[in-house]
């Protein structure tokens, strides 16, 4: 079984600097997907940004980028430029590359980050 | 696309009661994915369906749970016999089966809490 770990409950940052959230893996399989998601408070969870495991090359999207180490199974979220409206829970989750097999597309959540953003 | 609908935002009841939650996925989505998230974590996956089928089901999904899919259209949850452990936000998410791993859509969830 997959297992998520993020060892940073909560995290803070400074209104327009750069903040890491940090989460690592654990999975036998060598094709699969990792996911950043954002919940605000009392808000639904959102997509923040997708990484393929086949794809050497970090995603990105606008501010948000991705550290992806396969080897080391790491999967790191950076901020750039922080915003008020980036204070939320962050979740990290893995899941199974769809192959006609029997994952069916389920996600593996880490704990959570909550991150807040000072102004 | 209205997005993922979870029914009723939160429902208060005393222990020993069942419950009901209704979700409504995007249209079209044939996929249906029920989690559940206790204060402070993050979601675990409780249940699957595939259209109508109900195909996984998670160790978490005890006897006093059961999830339905008719139709292949909304889904509702049960929960018999209300235990104090079953205060959680109950997640629910939808994807489409034709868009490869296309990233999973959720609802606001609903928020359940045993007196």
């Known amino acids: 079984a997959q297992t998520v770990t993020q060892s940073q409950p909560e995290m803070s940052v400074q209104e327009a600097e750069t903040v890491t959230l940090s989460c690592t893996y654990d999975?036998?399989?060598?094709?699969?997907?990792l996911f950043w998601y954002k919940q605000p408070p009392s808000r639904q969870m959102i997509l923040v940004i997708r990484?393929?495991?086949?794809?050497?090359q970090n995603a990105t999207e606008n501010r948000f980028s991705v550290n992806f180490q396969k080897a080391a199974k790491s999967f790191s979220l950076k901020i750039s430029d922080s915003q008020l409206g980036d204070a939320a829970m962050y979740f990290c989750a893995y899941r199974s590359a769809d192959a006609g097999g029997t994952s069916y597309g389920k996600l593996t959540f880490g704990q959570g980050t909550i991150l807040t953003v000072h102004p | 696309d209205t997005g993922v609908s979870q029914n009723p935002r939160h429902k208060i009841t005393k222990r020993g009661q069942n419950v009901t939650f209704r979700c409504d996925p995007i249209s079209e989505h044939n996929r249906l994915y029920w989690y559940r998230q206790t204060l402070g974590q993050g979601p675990e996956f409780l249940t699957y369906f595939q259209n109508e089928a109900q195909l996984e089901k998670s160790r978490l999904l005890s006897d006093r749970f059961s999830a339905e899919r008719p139709k292949g259209s909304f889904s509702t949850l049960e929960i018999q016999r209300t235990e104090q452990g079953d205060s959680a936000m109950y997640l629910c998410?939808?994807?489409?089966?034709?868009?490869?791993?296309?990233?999973?859509?959720f609802g606001d969830g609903t928020r359940l809490s045993i007196l």
């Open positions: 990484q393929e495991a086949y794809k050497q």
């Open positions: 998410a939808s994807s489409p089966w034709w868009v490869p791993n296309q990233p999973q859509h």
């Open positions: 999975t036998s399989e060598s094709d699969y997907y």
